[in-house]
């Protein structure tokens, strides 16, 4: 069972905005950094997006983070075929359960 | 450009030890302020966080594996490594190394995996 939640599934046309969430608590989240991962099928997962919202080089602008309280928000803008894979958030937990957590993991469906 | 390669058996029987060996090529493991992480993955479903460790041999693991993991790194051979024991189905997994970049900005920890090798596959099975 995963320390983060996150919807099991999330689904847009191309060219469509998807937003997938991820919720926390005060000990992950709420007091530190979120970090996103893709991962496709049969490979590693890759960095998306780190410190919240910043994009490592090679990321398209498509991809952006954005973090409130607890909880925390991956948007795919202009969603393209390409994008269709799993996404999971991370953040340092605070807590026993960490220290570092990850969510239950996003696939994303490209309709 | 650092690159992260898995290596260890397939195939381990349930009470063993599983052994993983994760070699880094294309830069030294001691330069820059890294860390080297394990995180595992059973088919189908999440990721997990096992542990990390600097060449300084500091290490943290997950609490609920700690007392089964060692991870160690061999500076010399530009490599590090997993261990862990007492393995039980639950085991089975993909395992991944990787590379991780951490610090300090605005009184906050930050802490992520940049560069990751490709897998390996552990089976737990008799």
């Known amino acids: 069972q995963s320390v983060l939640t996150q919807p099991p599934s999330a689904s847009g046309t191309p060219g469509q905005r998807v937003t997938i969430t991820c919720s926390g608590s005060d000990s992950n989240i709420g007091s530190n950094y979120v970090y996103w991962y893709q991962q496709f099928p049969g490979t590693a997962p890759r960095l998306l997006i780190y410190r919240n919202n910043q994009r490592p080089s090679g990321v398209p602008d498509r991809f952006s983070g954005s973090k409130s309280g607890t909880s925390a928000s991956l948007a795919i803008s202009g969603l393209r075929s390409e994008d269709e894979a799993n996404y999971y958030c991370?953040?340092?937990?605070?807590?026993?359960?960490?220290?570092?957590?990850f969510g239950s993991g996003t696939e994303v469906t490209v309709l | 450009q650092v690159q992260l390669q898995e290596s260890g058996p397939g195939l381990v029987k349930p009470s063993q030890t599983l052994s993983l060996t994760c070699a880094v090529s294309g830069g030294s493991i001691s330069s820059g302020d890294y860390s080297w992480s394990w995180i595992r993955q059973p088919a189908g479903k999440g990721l997990e966080w096992i542990g990390r460790i600097y060449t300084s041999g500091r290490a943290n693991h997950n609490p609920s594996l700690k007392s089964r993991v060692t991870i160690s790194v061999d500076t010399s051979k530009n490599q590090f490594s997993l261990k862990l024991s007492s393995v039980t189905a639950a085991d089975t997994a993909i395992y991944f190394c990787a590379r991780d970049t951490s610090g300090w900005e605005d009184y906050h920890y930050y802490y992520f995996m940049d560069v990751w090798g490709k897998g390996t596959t552990v089976t737990v099975s008799s």
């Open positions: 991370a953040a340092w937990d605070d807590s026993l359960r960490g220290p570092y957590v």
